[in-house]
């Protein structure tokens, strides 16, 4: 049985990497709602000169990309197979994302926006920590073929072969994520078919 409705509504989007999150959730936004994405706040927040002065001293001068913005393929590479180093930069990270998605929430909710999208990669895995999930009147699943999510990484992230199942297995198992979800969208035809779905989603969750 589905949450009562408030307004706005709060969908958090769940699913494995590459599996057209950012999409699921810019559609379910749509024109008067607000998305709001981590991966785009960590940017921000890794680009900061404090948090730059600390990855130089961590990691090198390499860690900082020639334009002036910090190089997260090079940050991948050296923390995904150092949990300790990882959890350092999360350290640093983490917190100021957190702050920054419920100062979102706060300005999305005194507008009105009509819906609220988090687009958070570890919704579930940091829940303890960040609190999001209460913040949710609906979980959303996004699903993709395995082949397809790799052939997505390799091609527009410019991944090597395997860093998706590499990153996944730090991450809570794809079969959790789905079975916490009240709501599964399956991303594996055409743009045409994805903004269908979304619109049955919506309509559904406006019923009831």
């Known amino acids: 049985m589905s949450p009562p409705l408030r307004h706005p ?14 999409r699921v959730a810019r559609l379910l ?8 994405a981590a991966d785009d706040l960590a940017q921000a927040a890794l ?10 001293q961590e990691f090198g001068a390499s860690a900082v990309a020639p334009d002036g913005r910090t190089d997260r393929k090079v940050l991948s590479e050296r923390i995904f197979g150092d949990p300790a180093a990882r959890r350092r930069l999360e350290g ?11 100062a979102g929430l706060a300005e999305a909710r005194e507008q009105r926006a009509e819906r609220i999208v988090l ?16 913040e949710c009147d609906h979980l959303v699943f996004v699903g993709a073929p395995a082949a397809e999510r ?4 390799v091609a527009e992230r410019s991944w090597r072969p395997g860093e998706v199942a590499r990153r996944e297995a730090t991450q809570l ?10 709501i599964v969208i399956e991303n594996d035809g055409t743009l045409e078919e994805l903004e269908a779905k979304i619109h049955d989603v919506l309509e559904a969750v406006y019923r009831t």
């Open 119 to 134: 687009d958070v990669p570890l919704l579930l895995e940091n829940a303890a920590q960040h609190e999001l999930v209460r």
């Open 9 to 22: 509504i709060v969908f958090g989007v769940l699913g494995g990497i590459a599996s057209g999150k950012s």
């Open 150 to 153: 790799e052939r997505r990484a």
């Open 47 to 56: 680009d900061s000169p404090t948090v730059q002065a600390l990855l130089r």
């Open 173 to 182: 198992p794809l079969h959790e994520k789905r079975r916490r979800a009240d």
């Open 29 to 36: 936004a749509g024109e008067g709602g607000v998305v709001l």
């Open 92 to 102: 640093w990270i983490h917190p100021v994302v957190r702050e920054r998605i419920f």
